[in-house]
């Protein structure tokens, strides 16, 4: 594969989520101002074509028994998820994230994160880890909220043999030495953003596997996220593949790859680098809002990249959520029961 650098190239984020401030409550909604709107309207009306992408090189026979994975639990996805999965039931125990802090030296600062560990968790027992990352201006308690339901979820699923027990990891993915949340959408807080693949290896996940007791290997380890966390989600398993067995993404925010005509988005890569050379992932899952008002059909382009350039994946579409919880539910639903069925714990039954 070919080698991408760990600092990314970013694109302006004015087009990228909801304008929700530092350390305040967060509105459910994603009102954006008319400038916002408009330049949105403009970005995205301008990716409609998708330029040609040289051909990647044919899978050898490995690679396509990688694919069958995709293949195999592609049916499974479902728009909405089961009705009462958020739900706490009253003979399950249901665990609570705990807040954690770690040193980055990418950040040069102690770093909060949260960690869900599942029921009955114990050091004699190896779990995989799902990586999962909020959006702009947001933080590492936006996904634990009630109203994301992930702990919940997470338990039912198992409880219901739909999911392998797992950890949850939600990171502060704002990471700059310079300066400690983000104040905008401007370039240098969205390079901020992108800085966060460093913090990930360098930091965060030699902090998880030091604490608890996790299972390593690709096949143990996912990443997803939600709108910039999306899109850094893509870059960091585009570019970590052999790190990342599972990648996702739900209502992925613009400038993974350049804007066409906008010297303002050059991309963090080029279309024809997105595809897996090697390390195909077991799964590559994109959910998108029909109706999303911030992110337009941005995730739709990210997925004509996907179909030009042969990368396996599963598309997700929801008709009826926008650019918030109610799209990010629905996509942990379907990705949690995707992920880890073949690792360490075993192929589901």
């Known amino acids: 594969m070919k080698i991408i650098k760990k600092t990314a190239v970013v694109c302006t984020a004015a087009l990228l989520l909801t304008g929700c401030s530092h350390n305040t409550d967060i509105s459910e909604s994603s009102d954006m101002s008319d400038s916002e709107s408009s330049i949105i309207s403009s970005a995205d009306n301008s990716t409609e074509h998708v330029s040609s992408v040289e051909p990647p090189q044919s899978y050898s026979e490995s690679e396509k028994e990688e694919i069958s994975y995709m293949e195999k639990y592609k049916d499974i996805i479902e728009e909405m998820p089961l009705e009462g999965i958020t739900e706490k039931r009253a003979d399950v125990t249901y665990p609570e994230f705990q807040r954690f802090t770690y040193y980055s030296t990418t950040a040069e ?10 029921n009955n968790y114990s050091e004699e027992k190896k779990y995989p880890v799902l990586y999962i ?13 009630d109203i994301v339901g992930i702990s919940a979820m997470v338990t039912n699923l198992c409880a219901d043999g739909e999911a392998e027990e797992m950890i949850v990891v939600l990171p502060y993915i704002y990471c700059s030495k310079d300066m400690p949340y983000c104040t905008g959408m401007d370039l240098q807080n969205s390079l901020n953003y992108d800085n966060f693949i460093n913090d990930l290896t360098t930091d965060l996940m030699p902090f998880i596997e030091s604490s608890f007791s996790v299972a390593e290997g690709r096949e143990n380890t996912a990443i997803t996220g939600f709108s910039m966390g999306g899109r850094e989600s893509l870059f960091i398993g585009f570019s970590h593949p052999e790190i990342f067995g599972y990648i996702g993404a739900v209502c992925p925010a613009p400038g993974l790859v350049p804007v066409e005509g906008s010297a303002a988005h050059p991309g963090q890569m080029q279309e024809s680098e997105m595809f897996f050379a090697d390390n195909i992932p077991y799964a590559l899952l994109i959910s998108a809002a029909k109706n999303d008002g911030v992110v337009g059909s941005f995730p739709m382009t990210y997925r004509r990249i996907f179909t030009a350039n042969k990368t396996e994946h599963i598309w997700h579409e929801m008709s ?26 075993g192929e589901k039954q």
């Open 109 to 118: 600062r102690d770093t909060p994160v949260n960690v869900l560990l599942p």
């Open 133 to 145: 990352l909020h959006g702009y201006y947001d933080n590492e308690g936006w996904m634990a909220r």
């Open 320 to 345: 009826s959520t926008g650019h918030d919880h109610t799209s990010v539910t629905p996509h942990l639903y379907n990705f949690m029961r995707l992920i880890f069925h073949d690792g360490e714990n």
